[in-house]
Nanobody, 125 residues
Framework: EVQLVESGGGVVQPGGSLRLSCEAS????????IGWFRQAPGTEREAVSCIAVSDGSTYYTNVAKGRFTISRDNAKKTVYLQMNSLKPEDTAVYYC??????????????????WGQGTQVTVSS
């Protein structure tokens, strides 16, 4: 059974940090492209970042550049999203998604086969 399990969400003040985790099971981890998406109420799901597990190449959208860092731990089959300098507009449910193999159209939610259940991130004073 394929599973992606996110964790690490929570409530943080503006300017704070959180680290999200996405643990994958039931897949060959080295073959994956894993993306992070987020969705706020009333908005479409938007891409945040992606990593090609095989070579560690990383990709970011403008919302993430300079503040978020994606990384992986192959031994733990886990991808992380370190989020710094958080803003109220970062409030959303964050999802990780996986595709085999990494796809250059990584911004598009529809190219991903597997999704996690999501973790809530709330940035509020």
């Amino acid at each position: 059974e394929v599973q992606l399990v996110e964790s690490g969400g929570g409530v943080v003040q503006p300017g704070g940090s959180l680290r999200l985790s996405c643990e994958a099971s039931g897949l060959s981890f080295d073959d994956l492209g894993i993306g992070w998406f987020r969705q706020a109420p009333g908005t479409e799901r938007e891409a945040v970042s992606c990593i090609a597990v095989s070579d560690g190449s990383t990709y970011y959208t403008n919302v993430a550049k300079g503040r978020f860092t994606i990384s992986r731990d192959n031994a733990k089959k886990t991808v992380y999203l370190q989020m710094n300098s958080l803003k109220p507009e970062d409030t959303a449910v964050y999802y990780c998604a996986a595709n085999v193999p990494w796809n250059p159209s990584w911004l598009l939610p529809e190219i991903y086969t597997y999704w996690g259940q999501g973790t809530q991130v709330t940035v509020s004073s």
